[in-house]
């Protein structure tokens, strides 16, 4: 109730929250509070690898976590496939309209994961955003499109993660191959689950198989809730449980793309 109240304080009208299927606690209090589930997504990588990379790692430095994400885009913008900072309009259009138009986007509800576990709705301005930023990968005549943001904010999971990858799906394995091979380690994306359209068809599922990408044994689940204005906030049970000592007001600002 407490997050209700900041949420409405900072002007949020859609609240979003992601949990694992398994977390009966998690969605019996969301659900309580007026969440629905909107869509479900599975990690695709390589998680043998994934294991055994984490096995031996040490609490991870902020800097020289984000000066190696710095280098590998640096990496893929030698190797042409990322969109320059200062591409012109034409380039940022064709290659936000693979994204705009990709059923596997539009079926995971438009959201993409530009910090780890934090989802959000991708607008033309924002990918614009990251185009500036040097994050848009982008295959010969955009086939295949990614974001790879820069580290900013560290959770469990450091490993590369492309926030999205849009396209044909043989271009897309193509495109998660190839930065694969420039971070000498595997990479991670979200697929909407079950059945991401980017794999329907048998062939390019065989060629994901083939690779040795596969899906992770659990799936995250997103939560969301609209947040109306004029929308009483509930009441805590009982009464009288939850004390706001200070009205709730706005003290934080949106952060930028990556920070």
């Given at each position: ?46 998680p ?13 430095d ?6 190696r ?14 969109l ?20 596997t ?64 799906g043989r ?45 992770h044994?659990?799936s ?6 609209p ?33």
């Open positions: 109730i407490a997050g209700l109240a900041w949420a409405r304080a900072h002007g949020l009208r859609v609240l979003r929250y992601a949990t694992g299927h398994g977390n009966e606690g998690s969605l019996k209090l969301g659900a309580h509070h007026g969440f629905a589930r909107l869509a479900d997504r599975r990690t695709w990588g390589r043998e690898l994934e294991e055994g990379a984490e096995a031996g790692r040490v609490a991870p902020p800097t020289i976590e984000a000066e994400r710095r280098e590998l885009l640096a990496a893929l913008a030698a190797d042409g496939l990322a320059a900072a200062d591409a012109p309009e034409t380039a940022i259009g064709a290659a936000w309209r693979c994204v705009d138009t990709d059923p986007f539009e079926s995971g509800g438009r959201l993409y994961e530009h910090r780890s576990w934090s989802l959000q709705r991708l607008t033309h301005e924002r990918f614009a955003a990251h185009v500036r930023r040097g994050e848009v990968l982008a295959a010969r005549g955009a086939t295949a499109v990614a974001i790879l943001p820069h580290v900013a904010h560290f959770s469990e999971d450091l490993r590369p993660h492309l926030a999205v990858l849009a396209g044909g271009a897309a394995l193509g495109l998660l191959l190839a930065v694969e091979r420039r971070a000498g380690g595997p990479v991670t994306v979200r697929l909407p689950d079950p059945a991401p359209p980017l794999l329907a068809d048998p062939g390019v599922a065989a060629a994901w198989h083939q690779a040795w990408i596969r899906p044994d659990r995250l689940l997103i939560m969301e809730r947040l109306p204005a004029d929308e009483p906030l509930p009441v805590a049970e009982p009464p009288g449980a939850l004390e706001l000592r200070d009205p709730p007001r706005r003290i934080a600002a949106p952060p930028e793309i990556g920070d």
